[in-house]
């Protein structure tokens, strides 16, 4: 039964992300899952330490989440949001708003985080268009940034790797340099954040009468290796975007729903975006919905009648599923009842003593960490920073050495994403964060 199911893997499937020859020789079929762990076929658990991807909350099979689907099972699945609503996506929409910076009032439904951005880029270029303003058309985004797979997230992405085939293919978005402290010469965080301010500065002075809006991911850039931006950085953004009129888009599907020790990470600054994406979370790590936020302002440039063409002509056909806003309602009640935001903010504490100990690894380059988003850069020396040749792949043998002891997480070339359910404890990070010390120290030291 298990081998052919694994032939059947081989032989039908295409994965996201995946060299499916990779896949071919080292196959893995999950069934099932409990608490923050899943377990494979053959019945082996993994702790699942990058939330399925950074969206897992309460950990699987949350009673209360499993219970909100069935209760909404019972009354309907799905039907459209075009021109209708249905009663958990109003109820969510109003919940959605209370949990938001305060400027937020408006919510736009979809079904990712690609189409979450996708939205805020069409909301703003159309926006301008609408208040009479057309000639501001272009974008502006943060280098090694990540917004997702779609071609307007790419366009704005900003991570050779991914990026780099589909140039042709792109529209074209002005890049701002971003303060990545550890690559930095002189690793002195407020230089690092204001020489990046000011080379966006000066784009803005050249550029601005042509630029709609600038994306960022809010704090942490995920997929371009868990880099923290220093403090301020995002709330200097914020005051160049409203100093040369440029709406400010903040990508929060990877850092909201707690994920940083805040609801949403732009709170750490008081950063009030004009557009706001989220998405993973926010349904617990159950089912695909995203949103996009906006201001009152922005929603009433499109607010008119039907003749003067200013309507919002975007929609997909499962969004604002019944499903998955009935789930999300009830994570946001359990984000409230157990007081998920507060013991993440404190256990992210007791998390950096635990990663403090993989310093003193002999390839540990930098950890970096805000809340539960953690990442590991390993490279060949720690003296110079120097990295490892990317053929040797090492944050790619690190995780597969991880899984054999247990725990799941993919990495972002040789940086060890840790991002575990927010509900994990202490012993459980601790033994998670003991998996990734002897899968490194195996790897870095022994087999390379
Ligand atoms: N934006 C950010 C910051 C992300 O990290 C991701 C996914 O990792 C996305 C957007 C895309 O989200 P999705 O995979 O749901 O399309």
């Not at 929060?252 to 020790?261: D, N, Q, Y």
């Not at 609801?263 to 349904?283: L, R």
């Not at 935001?341 to 003593?353: H, M």
Request: hydrophobic share 40%; proline share 4%; glycine share 8%.
């Amino acid at each position: 039964m298990t081998e052919q199911l694994i032939e059947k893997s081989k032989k039908y499937l295409w994965l996201p992300f995946t060299q499916m020859k990779d896949y071919n020789e080292n196959p893995l079929i999950i069934e099932s899952g409990k608490g923050i762990k899943v377990k494979d076929i053959n019945g082996k658990e993994y702790y699942d330490g990058f939330s399925s991807v950074w969206l897992n909350v309460h950990g699987h099979r949350k009673k209360e989440l499993d219970n909100a689907i069935k209760k909404q099972l019972d009354k309907i699945a799905h039907s459209t949001l075009l021109g209708m609503t249905n009663v958990p996506a109003t109820e969510l929409a109003e919940k959605l708003i209370a949990i938001s910076p305060e400027k937020l009032t408006r919510v736009f439904y979809s079904d990712s985080g690609a189409e979450a951005m996708e939205i805020a880029l069409k909301m703003a270029f159309q926006y301008w268009k609408n208040i009479g303003q057309p000639e501001k058309q272009k974008f502006i985004s943060m280098r090694n940034g990540y917004h997702g797979d779609t071609i307007g997230a790419v366009s704005i992405g900003a991570i050779e790797l991914f990026h780099h085939v589909y140039g042709p293919l792109m529209f074209e978005s002005f890049k701002a340099p971003i303060p990545n402290v550890y690559r930095s010469l002189e690793e002195d965080p407020t230089q690092c954040r204001d020489e990046c301010l000011q080379a966006l500065e000066r784009l803005l002075i050249d550029r601005h009468q042509e630029i709609a809006a600038l994306s960022i991911e809010s704090i942490v850039q995920g997929a371009g290796g868990m880099i923290v931006m220093p403090e301020g950085f995002l709330a200097g953004v914020r005051e160049l975007c409203t100093k040369y009129q440029v709406l400010m888009i903040v990508d929060e599907v990877a850092t909201g729903f707690g994920r940083t020790g805040k609801m949403f990470a732009c709170e750490h600054e008081g950063v009030q975006p004009d557009i706001m994406a989220a998405g993973k979370g926010i349904t617990g790590g159950y089912l695909p919905i995203a949103v996009t936020y906006t201001t009152e302002e922005i929603y009433e440039a499109f607010y008119d009648d039907y003749q003067t063409q200013k309507t919002f002509f975007h929609g997909h056909s499962y969004t604002g599923n019944q499903l998955g806003c009935a789930v999300a309602l009830e994570n946001i009640r359990l984000f409230e009842a157990e007081k998920i935001v507060e013991q993440v903010a404190q256990k992210a504490e007791e998390l950096r003593e635990v990663l403090d100990d993989l310093q003193t690894l002999a390839h540990v380059g930098d950890i970096r960490q805000l809340g539960f988003m953690c990442g590991i850069e390993l490279v060949q020396s720690k003296e110079t920073k120097e990295p490892y040749p990317v053929e040797k792949r090492v944050g790619y043998q690190v995780s597969l050495k991880m899984r054999e002891l247990g725990m799941l997480t993919r990495p972002m070339g040789d940086v060890i994403v840790f991002m575990p359910p927010l509900v994990s404890t202490k012993t459980e990070l601790e033994e998670m964060v003991t998996i990734m010390k002897e899968a490194i120290n195996v790897i870095t030291n022994g087999e390379l």
